[in-house]
């Protein structure tokens, strides 16, 4: 699985956007990318993927760009229950079982 | 609740001693993953489960630990003559074979705290 660069940590307001960039400059044309969070204490917890079209979900967005060698999670409305490390990953849909290969993340801390 | 579950939450133990933890995963999971959490890093995959066949184990996974899936429903983590090397969090993840919109996806659970003196 390709590896993931990101940038260890993050402020960001409450109420506004948080956007949390992704390096995978090595990714392959059949892996996804994903991220997931963990809040303190708990699991990971997913939110998002995609292969190489923007998407949007009831929690975020994710932007990839054209090239998909970087892509952006964006938490539109950051809430202070946001603050989390979020993780980046990318993964093939059918190898290696689905198993994922986690960096250290961004821990994001959203200021009230 | 019918996400994954996780038992004990936490565990405190002796080195030299043997510990045992338990993942329940969502029901309809033929998948199961386990994975290993220290402070301040990412989880790290231990090993992997397809209903009850072990099919990827990592080289962090020495011979002290096993893991099992006897009936390809729950699994246990065993670590024998645990070290303090040994504290971390265990996390065990659970994923469907079958196709739909969350092909693949893994859900996590709580995890287990393990802590050596």
């Known amino acids: 699985d390709a590896k993931t660069t990101q940038p260890p940590s993050m402020d960001c307001a409450e109420g506004r956007a948080a956007n949390l960039p992704c390096n995978h400059s090595t990714i392959s044309g059949n892996e996804y990318v994903y991220w997931y969070r963990q809040i303190h204490s708990q699991g990971p917890q997913y939110i998002i993927h995609g292969l190489k079209n923007n998407e949007t979900n009831e929690m975020a967005s994710l932007i990839i760009t054209e090239d998909r060698k970087s892509s952006t999670l964006i938490l539109p409305h950051a809430t202070l229950r946001d603050t989390a490390v979020y993780y980046c990953?990318?993964?093939?849909?059918?190898?290696?079982?689905?198993?994922?290969?986690f960096g250290d993340g961004t821990t994001l801390t959203v200021k009230p | 609740d019918t996400g994954v579950s996780q038992d004990p939450r936490h565990k405190i133990t002796k080195r030299g001693q043997n510990v045992t933890f338990r993942c329940d995963p969502i029901s309809e999971h033929n998948r199961l993953y386990w994975y290993r959490q220290t402070l301040g890093q990412g989880p790290e995959f231990l090993t992997y489960?397809?209903?009850?066949?072990?099919?990827?184990k990592s080289r962090l996974l020495s011979d002290r630990f096993s893991a099992e899936r006897p009936k390809g429903s729950f699994s246990t983590l065993e670590i024998q003559r645990t070290e303090q090397g040994d504290s971390a969090m265990y996390l065990c993840a659970s994923s469907s074979a079958a196709g739909g919109p969350f092909h693949n996806e893994q859900f996590f659970g709580p995890g287990t705290r393990l802590t050596v003196l």
């Open positions: 489960f397809q209903n009850e066949a072990q099919l990827e």
């Open positions: 990953i990318v993964r093939a849909l059918n190898t290696n079982a689905g198993k994922s290969t």
